[in-house]
């Protein structure tokens, strides 16, 4: 089992920036890529971004040249930097983590909610 906690979310103004940090604990060894989904007020899930290693990043459209995925393999963390915020950012954040055997895990979820 791996769980997940999320830190950095909050409240901030249209054009503005925020860190997101994921530290992964458990059967940490287990995991082959981390990422970060969202999800809206009435709509699905959506992904943002994930980091399989160095390079091995992927992004989902609205994310691109805007926010940057990152992973420390030895805090077990992932961090998600966003840069000129949208209010279409503002949703629920949530870390996920893949295993080799394809199992996803979940954090909670950290809220961040951009003012225009």
């Known amino acids: 089992q791996v769980q997940l906690v999320e830190s950095g979310g909050g409240l901030v103004q249209a054009g503005g920036s925020l860190r997101l940090s994921c530290e992964a604990s458990?059967?940490?060894?287990?995991?082959?890529?981390m990422g970060w989904y969202r999800q809206a007020p009435g709509k699905q899930r959506e992904l943002v971004a994930t980091i399989a290693g160095p390079g091995s990043t992927n992004y989902a459209d609205s994310a691109k040249g805007r926010f940057t995925i990152s992973r420390d393999n030895a805090k077990n963390t992932v961090y998600l930097q966003m840069n000129s915020l949208k209010p279409e950012d503002t949703a629920v954040y949530y870390c996920?983590?893949?295993?080799?055997?394809?199992?996803?895990?979940w954090g909670k979820g950290t809220l961040i909610t951009v003012s225009s």
């Open positions: 996920n983590a893949r295993s080799r055997s394809f199992a996803d895990y």
């Open positions: 458990g059967s940490t060894f287990s995991i082959r890529v």
